[in-house]
């Protein structure tokens, strides 16, 4: 390691994104990144019952633990957030995977989708959650997603870690 050497901060290229602010692309990296980014957010008959106090978490492997870490505690903040409450399955999976697709688009790294507790279900559980829960695990660019700190909606709400998109120019 003695003879390696730090780039200089002139050679890296570094862009600032102010928070709450979408990224206009052109059309054509637009266009490249709608025909890769899939998402298959179906309602599904059969999804694992999940309970209304309970902690969702999943994550892909290869992500570093102090990147986890950090994105369970709440303190990488979500740049985006849907709310889910009052929409049917049908609703709620077309929002949902519209808003992914645009935020991964807009290179956005952490956002909040917020389903709620299911106590208002005509069910008796809480079938968005499990569904949500579903949905998540299912769509490629989610790298993670855990339930939210109390301040940001609890056990009604996940973060969700998005894969940034790779940019072919």
């Known amino acids: 390691m003695s003879d390696v050497k730090p780039l200089s901060h002139k050679k890296l290229a570094e862009r600032h994104i102010p928070p709450n602010k979408t990224l206009s692309f052109p059309q054509q990296r637009a266009s490249h990144t709608q025909n890769t980014v899939t998402t298959d957010c179906i309602p599904r008959d059969y999804v694992p019952d999940v309970a209304p106090e309970e902690s969702l978490f999943f994550s892909r492997g290869g992500l570093q633990h102090r990147l986890l870490r950090q994105f369970k505690r709440g303190d990488l903040r979500p740049e985006a ?89």
């Open 81 to 169: 957030q849907l709310d889910l409450h009052g929409c049917t399955l049908t609703e709620a999976s077309a929002l949902l995977a519209r808003f992914l697709s645009n935020a991964q688009s807009n290179q956005q790294r952490c956002v909040r989708v917020i389903h709620g507790k299911g106590h208002r279900s005509s069910e008796g559980r809480p079938v968005l959650k499990a569904q949500v829960n579903q949905w998540l695990r299912d769509v490629p660019f989610v790298l993670a997603f855990s339930s939210a700190q109390a301040k940001d909606g609890g056990m009604g709400a996940v973060y969700v870690l998005l894969r940034r998109p790779s940019v072919n120019i």
